[in-house]
């Protein structure tokens, strides 16, 4: 059974840096796509990126540039490097991963079934 652990919220000023990991246990990352989402208070889960499993990206338009995915196979571990952060950053974070295809990578949703159980990022001064 897949476990995802996410790690590396906080608290950070407009402008700042985090890195966020998704670590996983209980199987191999190397068969999987993996996602990150975000859920700000009375919104909807937002997808943000993804990765898949030949290492190609996706980003949504409101991270793109500033956000960047990695993977690291031997810690079955991925990473979001999140740049020029501003407050509208400020959500819950999941990661997600699914079973998929070398070259399938997603932000929906609807198609992950593992999921992390998120951490807190919080833009403010």
């Known amino acids: 059974q897949l476990r995802l652990v996410e790690s590396g919220g906080g608290l950070v000023q407009p402008g700042g840096s985090l890195r966020l990991s998704c670590a996983a246990s209980?199987?191999?990352?190397?068969?999987?796509?993996i996602a990150w989402f975000r859920q700000a208070p009375g919104t909807e889960r937002e997808g943000i990126s993804c990765?898949?499993?030949?290492?190609?990206?996706n980003y949504a338009d409101s991270v793109k540039g500033r956000f960047f995915m990695s993977r690291d196979s031997a810690k079955n571990t991925v990473y979001l490097h999140m740049n020029s952060l501003k407050r509208d950053d400020t959500a819950v974070y999941y990661c997600?991963?699914?079973?998929?295809?070398?070259?399938?990578?997603?932000?929906?949703?609807?198609?992950?079934?593992?999921w992390g159980q998120g951490t807190q990022v919080t833009v403010s001064s």
């Open positions: 997600a991963a699914a079973v998929a295809m070398s070259y399938w990578c997603s932000t929906d949703a609807k198609s992950f079934a593992n």
């Open positions: 990765i898949n499993r030949e290492g190609t990206t």
């Open positions: 209980g199987s191999s990352l190397s068969h999987s796509a």
